[in-house]
Structure formats: structure tokens, C-alpha cells
């Protein structure tokens, strides 16, 4: 039997956007982040784990400026061209050779992560990181699944974590020196498991406020 392995997302890039499913929980991510942050026009946002830049694109008409961040260069070059096929001037790329890269300091207002925490091994630097390059008073804001069974990814296919215990990760953020944190429920989505069984997951948003 084959041992589970970490997705190969340079390789799954081209067809990402063909899943509904995938289109229609960052659709819900981004409604749940408009309805839980104040966005504004002088506000530049940072989408860290971007993908193909589904949930960077919703939000874009609303902010300054869109920074998607990602370590799959296949992933950002998707992204690259959608906002040169939609000549859009206020949303640009960032390759990460490597989620411990330093990002730049307090440069961003809004720090947004979708679905990516449960790739990531060691959360509580990843979260210092947030906080690091946010600006004072800037807002983190976090969508991932609820606790599963693991079944989440299925098909050899393996993550970090199966999903978060809402509460163990707000005492996370407020340990590494943010306030105000808030979890709401942000989609509901169905997969079929490895077995070809459907299964319902959760995704909340937790969002959160840098001292």
C-alpha cells in the first residue's frame, strides 16, 4: 500500500479552476471576509497560500492592492494570467521558494489565508510570521476546515493537519500577540472520501487583530 503524499500543486495547477467545488468555497470564503472585515480602497491586502488567486480576484475590486503569495510557481503563473487576460494593475505575485521566507515587514493591512494552514508543519511560526509582516492594527484573516478524520484529502493524497480546533487556534493567535479574534462558519462543502463516500466538511473563518 502506498504511503499518503503531500499534493504536487505545480502539477495540479492547470486544471485547479475546473473543480465548481474549489470556485464556489472561495466564492463563500470571500463573502465571509467582506461580511467579517471592513474593506476600503487604501487597504493592501496579502493573500499568503493564493493558489490560482480565486479568493485574490474577489477581493480585489474592494482594496488597494492584492499581493498573492504562493509556493507553487505553477499555481501563481495561472494567477499571472488571469490578471493580465482582466488587465487588472492592482494585484501582483509572490513566489515563496519556501513557506519559512521571510516576507516584507508591516507592509499589509489585511492578511488573508485560505485552505493553506493545513499544509503547514509549524503553525505557531508560520502565525508570528502574520503577525510580523502585518501593520499595526492590521487584520488576519483565516479560512481552513474543522476537525476531521482525515478523510479530507483521501485518494494517497496527505496534509499536515485534518483541520483545526476553532478554539485551540484563536489561544494560538492571541499567545503570538493578537486580539479580537472571532471564528464564524465560512462554507460547507461535499467530497467523496477515498471509498467514493460523501462527506460534508466544514471550513470556519477565524479572524484576528495585531496589537
Known sequence: MKEPKPRDFNEAASSWDEEPRRVRLASEVAEAVKREVTLSADMDVLDYGCGTGLVSLFLQPLVRSVTGADTSDGMLEIL???????????????????????????????????????????????????????????????????????????????????????????????????????????????????QGVVRTYTVFLLTARKK
Do not use: I, W, Y
Not at 140 to 145: E, S, Y
Open 80 to 194: 499571472r494570467a488571469k490578471v493580465m487576460a482582466q488587465r487588472l494593475t492592482n494585484v501582483q505575485t509572490l513566489h515563496l521558494e519556501s513557506e519559512r521566507e521571510s516576507l516584507p515587514a508591516e507592509r499589509f493591512d489585511l492578511l488573508v489565508s485560505s485552505m493553506t494552514l493545513h499544509h503547514v508543519e509549524d503553525l505557531e511560526k508560520l502565525v508570528r510570521e502574520f503577525r510580523r509582516v502585518l501593520r499595526p492594527g492590521g487584520v488576519l484573516a483565516v479560512a481552513d476546515l474543522d476537525s476531521e478524520d482525515g478523510s479530507f484529502h483521501g485518494h494517497g493524497l496527505s496534509a499536515a493537519h485534518s483541520g483545526f480546533d476553532r478554539e485551540r487556534m484563536r489561544g494560538m493567535l492571541v499567545e503570538a500577540g493578537f486580539s479580537d479574534t472571532r471564528a464564524v462558519n465560512a462554507a460547507m462543502l461535499e467530497k467523496p472520501d477515498a
